[in-house]
């Protein structure tokens, strides 16, 4: 049995890891090749929301992969990140597909054992098993990377009076500037209205990032000023 594993979505800077899972469920023990990219016995077939169908198309050993023997109910596992460079993934060869573009993606594994190994030889006791020839195909998985979302950034500046000239400017250092997310809950309500907060610098400026998408109520607020 040959099945792969995937989150239901990733953020668009973070590792995008997949899971290949080889389980024997018969009642023998079987000899197969291991599961590695650069042998051939392990593909990913990704389609992507551009429409395009890549797999791998990083570096192939000429020779067939090591051979390992799965007794029954034994797992053999890989992790593979589609975003790791010295492997790749692409539609075209030396052209990889850098998995930022947003949106849902499709993806299936396919292993393949060759029945027969460059590495099997007499010394590493795996010799007297059948040798396993075949392909297997996982089911077809989706999996989201999620569009990156920028902070939003209230900023300004806080002066005692602000009907003055620009010259006359005079800064309130240390004022407390808060912005409430609109609307405010009644004023009978227990629950805390989500904020964020900043401190004025010694010129009077502040720059507080906040989620965008909403208007806010900005509050400010220092000991010794009404």
Known sequence: DFDI???ESYNVDE???????????GEQSV??????????????KILTPDNK???YIGPLAVC?????????????????????TNHPFGEKYM???????????????VYHSFGKSCYDKPSNGIVDVDFWEGTLVSPVYKFEIKQEVKPGVIKGSVREDPEAPILLFIPV?????????????????????KYYE?????????????????????VVTKDGYG
């Open 198 to 218: 900043t401190f004025t610098d010694s010129r009077g400026h502040y720059e507080l990032e906040v989620e965008p998408g909403f208007c806010y109520r900005m």
């Open 5 to 7: 594993k995937v989150k």
């Open 173 to 193: 250092e240390g004022a407390k500037i808060r912005a409430y997310i609109i609307p405010i809950l009644h004023k009978e309500s227990t629950e805390v209205p």
């Open 53 to 55: 169908t890549i797999s």
């Open 64 to 84: 067939y992969p090591p051979a390992i023997i799965l007794k029954p109910g034994e797992s053999h596992k890989r992790t593979i990140d589609l975003r790791d």
């Open 15 to 25: 590792p995008l890891i997949v899971k290949a899972i080889l389980t024997n469920k």
């Open 31 to 44: 000899k197969v090749n291991s599961m590695k990219l650069e042998f051939g016995s392990l593909d990913f």
């Open 95 to 109: 052209e990889p597909y850098n998995f930022t573009l947003p949106g849902v993606y499709k993806i299936k594994g």
